[in-house]
């Protein structure tokens, strides 16, 4: 089992930044990834970002490439999300999952999810 902790939400100003992690405990892997998703008021869970296990490979949704950035560190077994230049509709709850064997913008794919974080962004 994989427990998976948000953390760094918040309120921002459009244009501002904030970083977001994700701790996760009990078993690895060496194989699969993790990932962002996002979920506005009324809407789906959409796909943000996501890693691989080793790290150097990542993918973006088109609407934050070049405004977010997503790593990990293997040691500390977190991943993170830098958002710069938000935007009002990045406003959302941000979820970090992690899959045993796929990295990708498929949530169903995803293994296990943490609990969220709220990302406000004012205009």
């Known amino acids: 089992q994989v427990q998976l902790v948000e953390s760094g939400g918040g309120l921002v100003q459009a244009g501002g930044s904030l970083r977001l992690s994700c701790a996760a405990s009990g078993r690895t892997f060496s194989s699969g990834g993790m990932a962002w998703f996002r979920q506005a008021p009324g809407k789906e869970r959409e796909f943000v970002a996501a890693i691989n296990w080793s790290g150097y490979t990542t993918y973006y949704a088109d609407s934050v490439k070049g405004r977010f950035t997503i790593s990990r560190d293997i040691g500390k077994n977190t991943a993170y999300l830098q958002m710069n230049s938000l935007k009002p509709e990045d406003t959302a709850v941000y979820y970090c999952?992690?899959?045993?064997?796929?990295?990708?913008?498929?949530?169903?794919?995803?293994?296990?999810w943490g609990q969220g974080t709220q990302v406000t962004v004012s205009s």
């Open positions: 999952a992690a899959a045993k064997n796929y990295y990708g913008g498929s949530r169903r794919e995803y293994d296990y």
